[in-house]
C-alpha cells in the first residue's frame, strides 16, 4: 500500500503500526476527534454519528431464549459497515490516509457497498474490484457510487475468483498514486471494530448470555466478537458456522453459491477468534432457513443469517432442557439482495 499523503493529517499523526495490545489491536496514532481540520476528519467524525447500536429482538424457540441481533439496521445495510468505517477511520488517526488517497479493496458484496457510500461521503476515491459472481443489486450500487469498478474474469485454480482479484488489488496499488488497500481478510482493525462495537453492544443489553452464533467469511466479525464476549461472559460458547464446501475450516474448498458465509481461503484473521465449536450447513439447509426466519418469525433476512440460524436449531437439540440457554445469532444482512436467490424456490432446487 502507497502511503504517500502529504496532508496535514500526516504532519500530525505519528505511525507507529507495530505496537499493538494485548488483543493484537494497534496501538499509536491519535484519537480522531484529535486529528485537526482535514475534511477526512470531519466527515469520519460525521459517518460516526450514523453508526448507531442495532436492535436485538427475541425469537420464539423451544428450550432456550432465542435472540437475534439485527446488523441489516446498519446505514448501508450490513454488519461489514462497522469494519468499512473503523478501518477508515483507524486509518485517518495513524496518518495512512488523507484526502488525496484512493482506497481499493477486493470485494462482491457487503464490505464493497459500506466502502463506496463511505468513501464518497468522506470525499475519498474508491475502486472495488469485484467478479462475475457479484449480485446485480451490488454491482448497480457500485457502479453509482464509483467512477472505476474492475471486474475481473478470469477464475482462479479453486474456481473461484478470490486469488484472481487480490492480485488485481496488488497491481492496481503499486500503479495507483496514493492508494490505500483496506485488506478486509487481514487487517485488526476490522478485528477492532467489533470488538469495540458489535460486542459492545451486546454486553451492554445482556446481563448474561450462554451461547454465540456467528458466520464466519474474512473472520473479522467472530475474532472481535468471540475475544470481547469472552472476557464479559467467560462461560459463554462461541459457535463458529460455516457453509459446506468453505476452506476456512480445512474442507476442500467446492463451488458455493449464496454470498456471505463462507471463503476459498482460510482467512488470516481466523487465527484472533476464540472459538469452541464449528458447524457447518449446506446451502439448502440456508435457503430453508432463511425461509424459516422470514415466514414464521417476520424476519427477511439474508443467507449468513439463515446458514446461523440453521446451526442454532441444529445444536438447540444437543442442549438439554434444564439448560435453557441464553442464546444470541448474528443476522448480518437484509433478504432483499437474495430475492433472485435463496428466495426464488426455483434457484434453490438446483442446489446440490
Ligand atoms: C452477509 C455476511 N454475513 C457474514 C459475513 C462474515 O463476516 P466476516 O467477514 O467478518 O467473517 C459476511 C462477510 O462478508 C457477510 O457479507
Same mark, same amino acid.
Given at each position: 500500500?502507497?502511503? &504517500?499523503?502529504?496532508?496535514?493529517? $500526516? ?37 460516526? &454519528? ?40 483507524? %486509518? ?24 463506496? %457510500? ?59 498514486? &496514493? ?7 487481514? &487487517? ?99 435457503? $430453508? ?64
Amino acid at each position: 500500500m502507497d502511503t &504517500n499523503c502529504s496532508l496535514p493529517l $500526516q504532519r500530525t499523526i505519528v505511525r507507529e503500526p507495530e505496537r499493538r495490545d494485548d488483543n493484537g489491536f494497534a496501538k499509536g496514532g491519535k484519537h480522531l476527534d484529535q486529528i485537526s481540520s482535514s475534511r477526512l476528519a470531519t466527515r469520519l467524525r460525521e459517518l460516526r &454519528n450514523t453508526l448507531r447500536p442495532t436492535p436485538h429482538v427475541q425469537l420464539a424457540m423451544k428450550g432456550m431464549d432465542l435472540f437475534a441481533k439485527l446488523e441489516y439496521v446498519n446505514p448501508v445495510g450490513s454488519i461489514k459497515d462497522r469494519a468499512a468505517y473503523w478501518i477508515l477511520r483507524r %486509518a485517518a488517526e495513524r496518518g495512512e490516509i488523507c484526502d488525496q488517497t484512493t482506497v481499493i479493496e477486493s470485494s462482491s458484496g457487503n464490505f464493497a457497498c459500506a466502502l463506496a %457510500a463511505f468513501t464518497h461521503l468522506v470525499g475519498l476515491r474508491f475502486i472495488p474490484v469485484i467478479d462475475p459472481n457479484i449480485s446485480g443489486t451490488y454491482e448497480s450500487f457500485l457502479r453509482r457510487l464509483c467512477p472505476t469498478v474492475v471486474k475481473v474474469e478470469d477464475p482462479d485454480d479453486t474456481g473461484g475468483f478470490l486469488k484472481t482479484r487480490l492480485q488485481k488489488v496488488k497491481q492496481l496499488c503499486a500503479t495507483i498514486p &496514493n492508494a490505500f488497500w483496506t485488506n478486509q481478510y487481514g &487487517n485488526l482493525d476490522a478485528v477492532e471494530a467489533h470488538y469495540e462495537l458489535t460486542a459492545t453492544e451486546i454486553c451492554a443489553d445482556f446481563d448474561s448470555l450462554d451461547y454465540v452464533f456467528i458466520g464466519v467469511s474474512t473472520a473479522g466479525t467472530i475474532a472481535g466478537v468471540s475475544r470481547r464476549l469472552k472476557e464479559r461472559y467467560p462461560n459463554i460458547r462461541v459457535i463458529a458456522v460455516d457453509t459446506e464446501g468453505s476452506a476456512i475450516f480445512g474442507g476442500a474448498p467446492r463451488r458455493r453459491h449464496i454470498p456471505g458465509a463462507g471463503s476459498s481461503i482460510v482467512p488470516q484473521l481466523l487465527s484472533h477468534a476464540k472459538i469452541d465449536d464449528i458447524v457447518l450447513i449446506s446451502e439448502r439447509e440456508t435457503v $430453508q432457513a432463511c425461509s424459516e426466519l422470514l415466514t414464521t418469525h417476520g424476519l427477511f433476512v439474508g443467507g449468513s443469517s439463515g446458514t446461523a440460524f440453521a446451526a442454532v436449531k441444529r445444536y438447540a437439540a444437543r442442549i438439554p432442557a434444564y439448560e435453557h440457554p441464553t442464546v444470541m445469532f448474528l443476522c448480518a444482512d437484509r433478504g432483499t439482495p437474495y430475492l433472485d436467490t435463496v428466495f426464488d424456490p426455483a434457484w434453490a432446487t438446483r442446489l446440490e
